[in-house]
Nanobody
Framework: QVRLVESGGGLVQAGDSLRLSCAASGRTFSRYTMGWFRQAPGKEREFVASVNWNGGVTYYADSVKGRSTISRDNAKNTVYLQMNSLKPEDTAVYYC???????????????????WGQGAQVTVSS
């Protein structure tokens, strides 16, 4: 059984930085693409970033490109999302997800992921 546990969320001020972590267990972490998504109140869940199996391919939403970095440590079964220059519009619940598709690619659609974490709240005050 796959389990994904996010951590690192919290309340920050605009312009601050934050690093989210997602610890995975249950199947061979290094085989699978990992992604981050977020859902703001009253809005649909949206893609944030994804990384392929070895970290060599990444993909970002335009809204976070240049301000965020996704990375992974396969030895620790963990994926990270470093977010800088945070804005109030970044406020959302952030979800970690694991894809069951071929791990060579960084997928941007939530239908391409089959396991999800419980989410971590990130609140950015102005």
């Amino acid at each position: 059984q796959v389990r994904l546990v996010e951590s690192g969320g919290g309340l920050v001020q605009a312009g601050d930085s934050l690093r989210l972590s997602c610890a995975a267990s249950g199947r061979t972490f290094s085989r699978y693409t990992m992604g981050w998504f977020r859902q703001a109140p009253g809005k649909e869940r949206e893609f944030v970033a994804s990384v392929n199996w070895n970290g060599g391919v990444t993909y970002y939403a335009d809204s976070v490109k240049g301000r965020s970095t996704i990375s992974r440590d396969n030895a620790k079964n963990t994926v990270y999302l470093q977010m800088n220059s945070l804005k109030p519009e970044d406020t959302a619940v952030y979800y970690c997800a694991q894809s069951g598709l071929a791990g060579s690619y960084a997928y941007p659609h939530d239908r391409q992921y089959d396991y999800w974490g419980q989410g971590a709240q990130v609140t950015v005050s102005s």
